[in-house]
């Protein structure tokens, strides 16, 4: 058995300036004000467009990011409507295979320090699940059968592909301090890092985040 760490990557390429010039020229549509366009136009007109709540001009670009999380983070992920999504399905994988290296993944707890009692319980607890996995396969049950009995702590590969309206939305309620403490392990860095490079679209969601800012580079990958 396996144990890792959650975490996100943006896997597509992201040009700040160009997302920025791309939405402008699709909002300034509405007012026909094609000939404002400028140096620092597109700062400013978003800017506005934002404060105004006509956040429909966000839709127009789309971005995909892979969280590798468990199965209970993702279910959370997928109840987003306005986004698409492809993961990895434990129907079809048999983690008996030589690319698994024969075991199952889990993603470490982040509120269990390790070494505690209760760290080793939720181990001892997975490499159980795991054990009865690989029993119901060697009896000749499917993947699909044998994997009842795998743990919520199952690691996951989830693509999410989102508009940035559909971002902004995702990531003002999985950042903030109400979110589950795993889920905010993967998306406040995740903010942060789109925070860094489009500051306009990005920079009114506050996080509360449990990872420091010396960590993060742990948890948001860039493709």
């Known amino acids: 058995m396996r144990i890792i760490k ?20 699709c909002g300034r549509v509405c007012y026909k004000s094609e000939d404002k ?3 620092g136009s597109a700062e400013r007109f978003l800017t506005g467009i934002i404060r105004r709540g006509h956040e429909a001009v966000l839709e127009h670009y789309s971005f995909t990011v892979r969280f590798v999380v468990d199965r209970g983070i993702s279910h959370e992920i997928v109840r987003h409507r306005i986004a698409s999504y492809a993961q990895s399905s434990t129907r079809y994988c048999n983690f008996s295979n030589d690319k698994f290296g024969h075991e199952i993944t889990v993603i470490k707890p982040y509120f269990l320090p390790e070494g505690s009692v209760a760290y080793e319980e939720w181990k001892a607890a997975c490499r159980r699940a795991e054990e009865a996995y690989f ?31 559909e971002a902004r939305h995702f990531l003002r309620l999985r950042t903030s301090e109400y979110a589950h403490p795993q889920m905010r392990e993967v998306t406040v860095p995740l903010l942060h890092a789109l925070q860094d490079r489009i500051p306009v679209l990005f920079d009114d969601i506050l996080g509360a985040g449990l990872v420091s ?11």
């Open 135 to 165: 029993w119901l396969l060697d009896q000749g049950y499917t993947p699909q059968q044998a994997r009842d009995v795998l743990p919520t702590s199952l690691q996951t590969e989830l693509i999410m592909t989102m508009n940035v309206r």
């Open 213 to 223: 800012a010396k960590d993060e580079h742990e948890y948001i990958k860039w493709g």
């Open 6 to 25: 959650p975490y996100a990557e943006i896997i597509t390429p992201l040009d700040g300036e160009q997302i920025l010039r791309h939405l402008e020229l």
């Open 37 to 39: 366009i400028g140096d």
